[in-house]
Protein backbone atom coordinates (compact mmCIF):
# COMPACT_ATOMS: atom_id res chain seq x y z
CA UNK A 1 0.00 0.00 0.00
CA UNK A 2 1.31 3.35 -1.46
CA UNK A 3 1.91 6.31 1.67
CA UNK A 4 1.11 10.06 1.94
CA UNK A 5 2.90 11.52 -0.62
CA UNK A 6 4.09 14.89 -0.10
CA UNK A 7 6.16 16.99 -2.50
CA UNK A 8 8.61 18.99 -2.87
CA UNK A 9 10.45 17.56 0.07
CA UNK A 10 12.95 20.69 0.56
CA UNK A 11 11.85 24.38 -0.56
CA UNK A 12 13.81 27.54 0.12
CA UNK A 13 12.33 30.61 -0.38
CA UNK A 14 12.48 34.14 0.57
CA UNK A 15 10.84 36.11 3.01
CA UNK A 16 7.42 37.48 1.81
CA UNK A 17 7.30 35.34 -1.82
CA UNK A 18 4.65 32.64 -1.56
CA UNK A 19 4.92 28.90 -1.53
CA UNK A 20 2.75 25.83 -1.85
CA UNK A 21 2.81 22.53 -0.76
CA UNK A 22 1.26 19.30 -2.45
CA UNK A 23 -0.27 15.93 -0.41
CA UNK A 24 -1.83 12.60 -1.95
CA UNK A 25 -2.90 10.49 0.78
CA UNK A 26 -3.90 7.21 1.10
CA UNK A 27 -5.86 5.87 -1.16
CA UNK A 28 -9.75 5.69 1.10
CA UNK A 29 -8.91 7.77 3.37
CA UNK A 30 -11.37 10.25 4.03
CA UNK A 31 -9.55 12.44 6.76
CA UNK A 32 -6.55 14.40 5.81
CA UNK A 33 -4.16 16.61 7.87
CA UNK A 34 -1.79 19.34 7.78
CA UNK A 35 0.48 19.87 10.65
CA UNK A 36 3.42 22.30 11.13
CA UNK A 37 6.65 21.02 12.62
CA UNK A 38 9.01 23.48 14.23
CA UNK A 39 12.53 22.49 14.71
CA UNK A 40 12.97 20.94 17.87
CA UNK A 41 8.77 20.56 18.48
CA UNK A 42 6.11 18.45 18.41
CA UNK A 43 4.01 18.85 15.33
CA UNK A 44 0.94 21.30 15.86
CA UNK A 45 -2.34 21.02 13.65
CA UNK A 46 -3.14 23.72 10.98
CA UNK A 47 -6.18 22.22 9.73
CA UNK A 48 -8.28 19.14 8.80
CA UNK A 49 -10.45 18.26 6.22
CA UNK A 50 -13.44 15.34 5.87
CA UNK A 51 -13.57 14.96 2.34
CA UNK A 52 -13.57 18.02 0.88
CA UNK A 53 -14.62 19.62 3.57
CA UNK A 54 -13.02 21.77 6.64
CA UNK A 55 -13.29 20.18 9.99
CA UNK A 56 -10.61 22.13 12.13
CA UNK A 57 -8.60 25.16 11.12
CA UNK A 58 -8.54 27.00 14.04
CA UNK A 59 -4.89 26.69 14.20
CA UNK A 60 -4.60 27.86 10.75
CA UNK A 61 -2.73 31.58 10.61
CA UNK A 62 -5.67 32.34 7.61
CA UNK A 63 -3.89 35.64 7.16
CA UNK A 64 -1.32 34.11 5.29
CA UNK A 65 -2.18 30.35 4.85
CA UNK A 66 -4.88 28.51 2.83
CA UNK A 67 -5.52 25.18 2.16
CA UNK A 68 -7.86 23.19 0.06
CA UNK A 69 -8.62 19.84 -1.00
CA UNK A 70 -10.40 19.37 -3.96
CA UNK A 71 -12.61 16.00 -4.95
CA UNK A 72 -11.96 15.47 -1.50
CA UNK A 73 -8.32 13.64 -2.26
CA UNK A 74 -5.23 15.55 -2.59
CA UNK A 75 -4.56 18.58 -0.96
CA UNK A 76 -2.57 21.76 -1.11
CA UNK A 77 -1.17 24.39 1.47
CA UNK A 78 -0.07 27.44 0.43
CA UNK A 79 1.89 30.28 2.41
CA UNK A 80 1.78 33.89 1.11
CA UNK A 81 3.68 35.76 1.96
CA UNK A 82 5.91 34.07 4.13
CA UNK A 83 7.58 34.99 6.57
CA UNK A 84 11.07 33.84 8.80
CA UNK A 85 9.18 32.11 11.43
CA UNK A 86 7.31 29.91 9.13
CA UNK A 87 10.87 27.75 8.53
CA UNK A 88 9.00 24.58 9.64
CA UNK A 89 8.48 20.79 8.17
CA UNK A 90 5.01 20.32 7.21
CA UNK A 91 3.52 16.92 7.60
CA UNK A 92 0.48 15.62 6.18
CA UNK A 93 -1.06 13.04 7.39
CA UNK A 94 -4.55 11.05 6.74
CA UNK A 95 -6.51 8.56 8.51
CA UNK A 96 -9.51 5.92 7.50
CA UNK A 97 -11.03 5.59 11.50
CA UNK A 98 -8.23 6.05 13.74
CA UNK A 99 -4.61 5.62 13.41
CA UNK A 100 -2.80 8.96 11.46
CA UNK A 101 -0.19 7.98 8.77
CA UNK A 102 2.39 10.88 8.25
CA UNK A 103 4.40 11.59 4.85
CA UNK A 104 7.77 12.81 4.89
CA UNK A 105 7.28 16.34 4.80
CA UNK A 106 8.54 19.19 3.33
CA UNK A 107 11.37 21.31 5.07
CA UNK A 108 10.82 25.20 4.43
CA UNK A 109 13.47 27.57 4.84
CA UNK A 110 12.21 30.66 4.36
CA UNK A 111 15.89 33.32 4.63
CA UNK B 1 -7.63 22.13 26.47
CA UNK B 2 -5.10 19.11 25.96
CA UNK B 3 -1.48 19.18 26.83
CA UNK B 4 1.35 16.62 26.64
CA UNK B 5 4.75 16.79 28.12
CA UNK B 6 7.76 14.73 27.70
CA UNK B 7 10.04 15.73 30.12
CA UNK B 8 13.24 14.15 28.67
CA UNK B 9 14.71 16.29 25.93
CA UNK B 10 17.52 14.02 25.36
CA UNK B 11 18.36 10.50 26.38
CA UNK B 12 21.72 8.94 25.64
CA UNK B 13 22.05 5.13 26.12
CA UNK B 14 24.75 2.20 25.35
CA UNK B 15 23.67 -0.64 22.84
CA UNK B 16 21.46 -3.43 24.98
CA UNK B 17 20.58 -0.91 28.04
CA UNK B 18 16.74 -0.58 28.37
CA UNK B 19 15.67 2.59 28.10
CA UNK B 20 12.23 4.40 29.59
CA UNK B 21 10.38 7.44 27.47
CA UNK B 22 8.08 9.35 29.92
CA UNK B 23 4.64 10.88 29.00
CA UNK B 24 2.33 12.64 31.15
CA UNK B 25 -0.88 14.50 29.69
CA UNK B 26 -3.54 16.93 30.64
CA UNK B 27 -7.41 16.39 29.28
CA UNK B 28 -10.18 17.29 30.77
CA UNK B 29 -11.93 14.38 28.52
CA UNK B 30 -13.05 10.97 30.51
CA UNK B 31 -12.24 9.31 27.18
CA UNK B 32 -9.81 9.76 24.99
CA UNK B 33 -6.58 8.56 22.84
CA UNK B 34 -3.08 8.01 23.41
CA UNK B 35 -0.36 7.06 20.97
CA UNK B 36 3.31 7.17 20.60
CA UNK B 37 5.20 7.87 17.23
CA UNK B 38 8.79 6.99 16.38
CA UNK B 39 10.82 9.86 14.16
CA UNK B 40 13.75 8.74 12.32
CA UNK B 41 16.16 11.13 10.45
CA UNK B 42 14.44 10.84 7.72
CA UNK B 43 11.43 12.78 9.09
CA UNK B 44 8.82 10.60 8.75
CA UNK B 45 6.13 9.80 11.61
CA UNK B 46 6.23 5.87 12.65
CA UNK B 47 3.07 5.12 14.37
CA UNK B 48 3.98 2.22 17.03
CA UNK B 49 0.92 2.30 19.41
CA UNK B 50 -2.62 3.56 19.82
CA UNK B 51 -4.41 2.90 23.66
CA UNK B 52 -7.93 4.03 24.01
CA UNK B 53 -8.66 5.49 27.66
CA UNK B 54 -10.50 2.51 29.36
CA UNK B 55 -7.99 -0.10 28.45
CA UNK B 56 -5.44 -0.13 31.23
CA UNK B 57 -3.69 -2.79 30.27
CA UNK B 58 -0.09 -3.05 29.65
CA UNK B 59 1.02 -3.67 26.07
CA UNK B 60 4.20 -5.63 24.72
CA UNK B 61 5.52 -5.47 21.22
CA UNK B 62 8.67 -7.60 20.70
CA UNK B 63 11.50 -5.06 22.64
CA UNK B 64 8.52 -2.48 23.03
CA UNK B 65 6.22 -2.04 26.09
CA UNK B 66 3.96 0.50 27.16
CA UNK B 67 2.42 1.23 30.84
CA UNK B 68 -0.60 3.56 30.77
CA UNK B 69 -1.86 4.69 34.28
CA UNK B 70 -4.43 6.64 34.12
CA UNK B 71 -4.19 7.46 38.12
CA UNK B 72 -0.85 9.24 37.55
CA UNK B 73 -1.91 10.40 33.82
CA UNK B 74 1.15 8.55 32.29
CA UNK B 75 1.95 6.44 29.21
CA UNK B 76 5.03 5.12 29.55
CA UNK B 77 7.25 3.66 26.77
CA UNK B 78 9.78 1.29 27.80
CA UNK B 79 12.70 -0.32 25.11
CA UNK B 80 14.22 -3.20 26.12
CA UNK B 81 17.54 -4.36 25.00
CA UNK B 82 18.37 -1.00 22.97
CA UNK B 83 19.66 -0.96 19.52
CA UNK B 84 21.67 1.63 17.14
CA UNK B 85 18.30 1.60 15.34
CA UNK B 86 15.88 3.03 17.70
CA UNK B 87 17.58 6.51 17.55
CA UNK B 88 15.14 8.73 16.91
CA UNK B 89 12.81 11.54 18.41
CA UNK B 90 9.89 9.72 19.80
CA UNK B 91 6.56 11.78 20.33
CA UNK B 92 3.51 11.17 22.87
CA UNK B 93 0.47 12.25 21.82
CA UNK B 94 -3.21 12.29 22.76
CA UNK B 95 -6.74 12.69 21.07
CA UNK B 96 -10.05 13.30 21.74
CA UNK B 97 -12.13 10.34 21.97
CA UNK B 98 -14.92 12.27 19.53
CA UNK B 99 -12.32 12.62 16.46
CA UNK B 100 -12.05 8.62 16.90
CA UNK B 101 -8.33 9.13 17.84
CA UNK B 102 -6.75 11.27 14.86
CA UNK B 103 -6.57 14.61 15.42
CA UNK B 104 -3.35 15.13 17.42
CA UNK B 105 -2.05 17.01 20.41
CA UNK B 106 1.88 16.01 20.54
CA UNK B 107 4.19 16.42 23.26
CA UNK B 108 8.01 18.11 22.13
CA UNK B 109 9.53 14.82 21.72
CA UNK B 110 12.60 13.17 23.16
CA UNK B 111 15.44 12.55 21.20
CA UNK B 112 16.84 9.17 21.87
CA UNK B 113 20.58 8.24 21.01
CA UNK B 114 21.82 4.87 21.21
CA UNK B 115 25.34 4.54 21.23
CA UNK B 116 27.42 0.84 19.76
Known amino acids: EAGVAQSPRYKIIEKRQSVAFWCNPI?????LYWYQQILGQGPKLLIQFQNNGVVDDSQLPKDRFSAERLKGVDSTLKIQPAKLEDSAVYLC?????????FGQGTRLTVV | AQKVTQAQTEISVVEKEDVTLDCVYE???????LFWYKQPPSGELVFLIR??????QNEISGRYSWNFQKSTSSFNFTITASQVVDSAVYFC?????????????FGEGTQLTVNP
Open chain 2, 27 to 33: TRDTTYY
Open chain 1, 93 to 101: ASSLVAEAF
Open chain 2, 51 to 56: RNSFDE
Open chain 1, 27 to 31: SGHAT
Open chain 2, 93 to 105: ALSEWETSGSRLT
